[in-house]
């Protein structure tokens, strides 16, 4: 509401609680109050008996709605909160593969390690190559098997994933042994 209220070129009268009090001062756009009822009607009565002061509030919220609050600026801020978000993820996984693989007992964890190795090259591979999930595409295939060759002697595979089946059904034509517990809402 704020921010409307400033694209329209209206002052605003604002408590330090609002996310963008700060901006507001700044910009000179409104009066920034405490969460106190008199602080508050003081300011309305001000700004109504101060018909210049109430423009250039309104013209200052304007331009800080173009700056900082127009579509495009929101727009892109978004997106890097997202790409902050999803670069973090594979972060996340590699700390829960660690912590598991640090629970596991020591003579199993050197049978993990290729899936380990799998998991954080094909990620990572995957990551920087596909800005889709789809999994169905040749190239995330190849990608697939590409990985499985860099990693060495794997036999045995088991794809626990959500789906179809299709990286399952495409591991065992190539002639791996797997165990599939795919989920799929089909």
Same mark, same amino acid.
């Given at each position: 509401?704020?921010?409307?209220?400033?694209? *329209?070129?209206?002052?605003?009268?604002? &408590?330090?609680?609002? /996310?963008?009090?700060?901006?507001?001062?700044?910009?000179?756009? /409104?009066?920034?109050?405490?969460?106190?009822?008199?602080? #508050?009607?003081?300011?309305?009565?001000?700004?109504?008996?101060?018909?210049?002061?109430?423009?250039?509030?309104?013209?200052?919220? =304007?331009? #800080?709605?173009?700056?900082?609050?127009?579509?495009?600026?929101?727009?892109?801020?978004?997106?890097?909160? *997202?790409?902050?978000?999803? &670069?973090?993820?594979?972060?996340?996984?590699? @700390?829960? !593969?660690?912590?598991?693989?640090?629970?596991?007992? &020591? =003579? &199993?964890?050197?049978? #993990? !390690?290729?899936? @380990? @190795?799998? *998991?954080?090259? *094909?990620?990572?591979?995957?990551?920087?190559?596909?800005?889709?999930?789809?999994?169905?595409?040749?190239? @995330? #295939?190849?990608?697939?098997?590409?990985?499985?060759?860099?990693? /060495?002697?794997?036999?045995?595979?088991?794809?626990? /994933?959500?789906?179809?089946?299709?990286?399952?059904?495409?591991?065992?034509?190539?002639?791996?042994?797997?165990?599939?517990?795919?989920?799929?809402?089909?």
């Amino acid at each position: 509401v704020v921010v409307e209220a400033m694209a *329209y070129g209206l002052p605003v009268v604002i &408590s330090d609680q609002v /996310g963008i009090h700060k901006d507001v001062a700044h910009a000179g756009a /409104g009066i920034v109050v405490e969460t106190d009822p008199e602080q #508050l009607a003081g300011a309305i009565v001000n700004l109504l008996n101060a018909p210049h002061t109430c423009k250039r509030m309104g013209e200052n919220g =304007q331009q #800080l709605v173009k700056e900082k609050f127009a579509l495009d600026k929101v727009a892109e801020q978004m997106v890097d909160v *997202y790409q902050g978000i999803l &670069s973090n993820r594979l972060q996340i996984e590699n @700390r829960k !593969m660690e912590n598991m693989m640090n629970k596991v007992p &020591s =003579q &199993s964890t050197t049978q #993990l !390690m290729p899936a @380990r @190795r799998f *998991y954080e090259k *094909y990620w990572q591979k995957t990551e920087d190559a596909f800005p889709t999930k789809d999994p169905t595409t040749p190239k @995330r #295939l190849e990608l697939l098997f590409d990985t499985l060759k860099d990693i /060495g002697t794997v036999k045995k595979i088991l794809d626990a /994933g959500c789906g179809g089946g299709f990286f399952t059904h495409a591991i065992q034509k190539a002639g791996y042994e797997t165990v599939g517990m795919d989920i799929s809402c089909n």
